[in-house]
Structures are given as C-alpha cells and as structure tokens.
C-alpha cells in the first residue's frame, strides 16, 4: 500500500496536538482522512457509510491515544493505516450482530401499523389515524427507560440516520445499534402489554 503524502512538520504537529493544539489536530486530519478512507477503509468494508463511521472512530482512537502515540521518522501514515484497519476489522466482525439490529428494527415497525416510513420515519396516509398512533406510540414511550424513549423517537418517530442519532446521545454508532436492539425489545413488549398488534 502506498503511503499518503507526509506533511513536513508532521512531528511538530503530532506534538501540539499533544498538547491540545486543535488547529494542529486538525491539519492532521485533513491530510490522512481522505487517503485513509479511499486505500484502506472503503476497500475493505466495500460501504460508504461503514467506511465513514470506522473512519471517525479511527481519528477518536488516535486523538485519545495521542499522549502514548510516539512519533517516529517513518511518520503518521502506518500508525494510522494500523489503527484504520482495525476498527475496519472490528465493523465486520459486528456486521453479523447489525445485521440482526437491522431485522429486529424491522420487526418493530411491523408490530406498529402504519410506521413503516421514508428512513422508518413514520408515515400513514391517514392524518386521523396518524395522530392516534402517534398517541398509542407516545404512551408506550412514556414507560419505557428514557433512553430507550429517545433512541425510538429519533429513529422511528423522526427517521434520523444512525450517525446523527449517536453523535446525539454521545455514543459510538456500534454502541448505539445495541441501545437501539435493546429499546425495540422493551418497546415491543410493552408496546403488546397495552393491546398493540402487529398484522402477525
């Protein structure tokens, strides 16, 4: 793999990021981002959007592992080639578990009649049945742990994208896809505790 371009003050940037040089952090950014995610995160995961999260968890592995990174004559660009593919290779050993997330999220809208939306944003033609819904939906949230509220009203209510909903509540996109699991589970059982039915 041929290496990115090395910036020539690199050691000296690496240090004030260090320090907690933003301006400094973010030259280093701008310079691996785009080589990173075109010769090792897209070719490997073959998903824009998955070659965009493990991208951004790559640079907050960097940015945390800065006052132990050791900067050496051979530059940035294998440490962080390093660091690329293993969060490429932690995103396809959780493929089989998203993959999972992604049915029972499914399932969920098809427990609640009418949800199934643009993005699963909910979406009936009826505007009367719309606002009963969003009522019978509202009631079973109040019950439920607020974060498992927010989670499903972000994603079901409103169709917001998984990267927008964790950056939101302040977790990782993989820890999301867990609190959104674990939130559908809770939402449809009590969701069929106070009478609600799927076509199923």
Same mark, same amino acid.
Request: proline share 4%.
């Given at each position: 793999?041929?290496?990115?371009? *090395?910036?020539?003050?690199?050691?000296?940037?690496?240090?004030?990021?260090?320090?907690?040089?933003?301006?400094?952090?973010?030259?280093?950014?701008?310079?691996?981002?785009?080589?990173?995610?075109?010769? $090792?995160?897209?070719?490997?995961?073959?998903?824009?959007?998955?070659?965009?999260?493990?991208?951004?968890? !790559?640079?907050?592995?960097?940015?945390?592992?800065?006052?132990? =990174?050791?900067?050496?004559?051979?530059?940035?660009?294998? =440490?962080? #080639?390093?660091?690329?593919?293993?969060?490429?290779?932690? &995103? &396809?050993?959780?493929?089989?578990?998203?993959?999972?997330?992604?049915?029972?999220?499914?399932?969920?809208?098809?427990? +609640?009649?009418?949800?199934?939306?643009?993005?699963?944003?909910?979406?009936?033609?009826?505007? $009367?049945?719309?606002?009963?819904?969003?009522?019978?939906?509202?009631?079973?949230?109040? !019950?439920?742990?607020? *974060? =498992?509220?927010?989670?499903?009203?972000?994603?079901?209510?409103?169709?917001?994208?998984?990267?927008?909903?964790?950056?939101?509540?302040? $977790? !990782?996109?993989?820890?999301?896809? $867990?609190? &959104?699991?674990? #939130? +559908?589970?809770?939402?449809?059982?009590?969701?069929?505790?106070?009478?609600?039915?799927?076509?199923?």
């Amino acid at each position: 793999m041929a290496s990115a371009p *090395r910036l020539p003050d690199e050691g000296r940037l690496v240090e004030r990021a260090r320090r907690g040089d933003r301006a400094a952090f973010g030259r280093l950014y701008r310079a691996y981002a785009r080589p990173l995610y075109a010769r $090792v995160l897209a070719p490997m995961l073959g998903d824009r959007d998955d070659a965009e999260d493990a991208l951004r968890e !790559t640079f907050i592995a960097f940015f945390r592992a800065l006052d132990r =990174y050791e900067w050496r004559e051979g530059g940035l660009w294998p =440490y962080l #080639a390093t660091l690329a593919r293993n969060k490429a290779r932690d &995103l &396809l050993r959780a493929s089989g578990r998203r993959q999972r997330l992604r049915g029972a999220y499914a399932e969920l809208l098809e427990a +609640v009649p009418g949800a199934q939306g643009a993005n699963g944003a909910l979406a009936p033609d009826d505007e $009367v049945f719309r606002r009963q819904l969003r009522a019978r939906i509202d009631a079973v949230l109040e !019950t439920l742990n607020p *974060r =498992y509220a927010q989670v499903l009203r972000m994603r079901l209510l409103e169709g917001r994208g998984r990267a927008d909903c964790a950056e939101q509540l302040g $977790v !990782t996109v993989g820890n999301l896809d $867990v609190l &959104l699991y674990r #939130a +559908v589970r809770a939402f449809r059982k009590a969701w069929q505790a106070q009478g609600g039915h799927g076509d199923g």
